[in-house]
């Protein structure tokens, strides 16, 4: 055999062993791992979670129709959609004739109603109430104590109370509420060691802590979330931004604010959501509706069981002049609140789509 016949044997020797070799030298590339974890995700828990601004359901201005029914009427679909809908009552639900308010007083509010208008909250989709508020103590201790046994007739859970943790369960997690104010019948929002030991007692017991507070100063001028503490009419209402970032540094999962009645913009804090104010939700004439008091809404966040964020969506409403609200189609509220959020908070302001997702 001559030298080259034998070179070319060896030659076809190592071109039959790459044959073999080079698929698995370098394998073709095979599909992303992706269905594995779409698969996972999609066991993930998520609870809906849905916040509004300030109710009352009834007053000296007047009582609304079918015992407060008729507010709901147009944003009932959207408030029965989540797991877990929580609202802020203000004023009292009693049948008590006593008031905060002196006779003939000027500057002082004091809304009461009757107590079967409780049940016009349960329909309407209100799962529980926040009393931790200006107007929870309008009728005094004894209308308080009224008004709580109005909303658990109407099968309805409440918080607000001092050191109150009231615990719901919602697919299979356990989400603890409290609910605070700088008023005596709440916990003391102005006590930020306070505030972060109820929060975390909330947390031992709990998957999630949702905290709801009366946060800030209040008017058509209070649309700004300021640095700093807030003051109302002579009254110490706290530092805003301190108090909700004690809150989520001490466990909580979301902190959802009311009192200014206007909307303010939304913020992230340790890659937690601060709605620090949806405005009004709804009243019967005891609300002012003129420009920004009319612009309201209804946040939806969708936690997993581990507190993240998993998305949500803004609702924009509007309220007519009685101050009953329904859904706005203009998105105002809407591009109010994600340009709030963008000019107070800059980078960890929450942005909103133009539907109002995120």
């Known amino acids: 055999m001559s030298r080259w016949s034998a070179f070319g044997g060896v030659l076809a020797v190592w071109a039959a062993l790459l044959v073999v070799l080079l698929p698995s030298l370098f394998p073709r590339r095979g599909p992303e791992p992706a269905e ?76 009461h109603a009757p107590p079967q208008n409780a049940a016009s909250l349960r329909w309407a989709g209100f799962d529980l109430m926040n009393l931790g508020n200006n107007h929870a103590f309008d009728a005094g201790a004894g209308g308080q104590e009224q008004t709580v046994e109005a909303l658990r007739r109407a099968r309805l859970r409440h918080v607000g109370r001092p050191g109150q943790i009231t615990v719901v369960r919602r697919r299979g997690l356990r989400i603890a509420t409290v609910g605070l104010a700088p008023y005596p019948w709440s916990t003391d929002l102005r006590d930020l060691a306070a505030v972060q030991a109820l929060v975390a007692r909330a947390s031992a017991r709990a998957d999630l802590v949702v905290v709801m507070a009366h946060l800030g100063a209040e008017g058509d001028q209070q649309s700004h979330t300021p640095k700093g503490r807030e003051i109302h009419m002579g009254e110490d209402r706290g530092d805003t931004r301190a108090f909700a970032h004690a809150a989520i540094d001490a466990g909580a999962d979301l902190v959802l604010g009311s009192g200014p009645h206007v909307l303010r913009g939304i913020e992230f804090h340790g890659g937690k959501l601060i709605a620090y104010s949806l405005g009004n939700l709804a009243g019967w004439h005891n609300f002012s509706t003129s420009g920004t008091y009319a612009l ?63």
């Open 296 to 358: 309201s809404g209804v946040l939806t966040v969708r936690l997993s069981a581990e507190g993240h964020l998993r998305g949500g969506r803004f609702t924009p409403l509007r309220l007519n002049a009685a101050g009953v609200p329904s859904p706005d189609p203009t998105g105002e509220a809407t591009a109010v609140v994600s340009k709030l959020g963008h000019q107070d908070f800059g980078f960890t302001g929450l942005r909103l789509r133009r539907d109002g997702s995120f």
């Open 36 to 111: 594995a974890s779409t698969a996972s995700g999609a066991h993930e828990r998520v609870v809906s979670i849905s916040w509004a601004g300030d109710i009352t359901l009834g007053s000296s201005f007047g009582l609304p129709p079918e015992q407060g029914r008729s507010l709901f009427t147009h944003v009932r679909r959207r408030l029965r959609t989540s797991d877990l809908t929580l609202g802020n009552l203000e004023g009292a639900l009693s049948e008590s004739a006593g008031s905060k308010c002196a006779a003939a007083s000027e500057g002082c509010f004091s809304f």
